[in-house]
């Protein structure tokens, strides 16, 4: 069975870079049915794609963040990651990683979601 | 970017209760719009995917309608494990973008 697990500080700086990584197991990320992909959601309040990876390594962003955003994928490590730079109190949020499946050309939903990881930015 | 937009934003229903939430595009996204459910504390799990096909496991009770910009998720009869937030998601262009959800509450 296919599982998701989000690693990383608990507690980041003002200005500094937020870094997670996602461990995938139970599967392989090679597969080219599948994408990978980060959510977050602030305390309190909805969810929010941040961006998605193939595991060719193309990404696409959400426009609001894309200055910030770097995602990565590492399939030798069966890994995925995420740095948000410049971060300030409203990058305080939940982040999760996700599988994005589809069938041939359509993407259709995030389907296996990790447990999510709080993440603080404070001083 | 498309938004999307749902009602209501908060309901207050009892066991046994058909609920229905709905979800509006800001426009066209054909059929490309999944449900999840969200419990306190926990990740999100895929209900619908393609407005109307239930994810595998997911109880009969749930299912969805729709195309273009309005879509239905219907729940039709409310169990205890039921009460939560649901949250439609469009994959017809990026950016993927989240309804603001719907809070479904006890009576």
């Known amino acids: 069975q296919l599982q998701l697990q989000e690693s990383g500080p608990g507690l980041v700086k003002p200005s500094e870079t937020l870094s997670l990584t996602c461990t995938v197991s139970?599967?392989?990320?090679?597969?080219?049915?599948?994408?990978w992909g980060w959510i977050r959601q602030p305390p309190g309040k909805g969810l929010e794609w941040i961006g998605t990876?193939?595991?060719?390594?193309?990404?696409y962003y959400n426009p609001s963040l894309k200055s910030r955003v770097t995602i990565s994928v590492d399939t030798s490590k069966n890994q995925f990651s995420l740095k948000l730079s410049s971060v300030t109190a409203t990058d305080t949020a939940v982040y999760y990683c996700?599988?994005?499946w589809g069938r041939g050309a359509s993407i259709l939903a995030f389907d296996v979601w990790g447990q999510g990881t709080m993440v603080t930015v404070s001083s | 970017d498309i938004q999307l937009t749902q009602s209501p934003s908060f309901l207050s229903a009892s066991v046994g209760d058909r609920v229905t939430i709905t979800c509006r595009a800001s426009?066209?996204?054909?059929?490309?719009l999944a449900w999840y459910q969200q419990k306190p504390g926990r990740a999100p799990k895929l209900l619908i995917y393609?407005?109307?096909s239930l994810q595998s496991g997911v109880p009969s009770r749930f299912s969805g309608s729709g195309s273009g910009t309005e879509f239905t998720l219907t729940i039709s009869s409310l169990q205890p494990e039921d009460f939560a937030t649901y949250y439609c998601?469009?994959?017809?262009?990026?950016?993927?973008?989240f309804g603001p959800g719907t809070k479904v509450d006890i009576k």
């Open positions: 139970g599967g392989s990320m090679n597969s080219g049915t599948y994408y």
């Open positions: 996700a599988r994005l």
């Open positions: 990876v193939y595991y060719s390594g193309i990404t």
């Open positions: 998601q469009h994959f017809n262009s990026y950016p993927f973008t």
């Open positions: 426009q066209g996204i054909s059929n490309y």
């Open positions: 393609a407005a109307s």
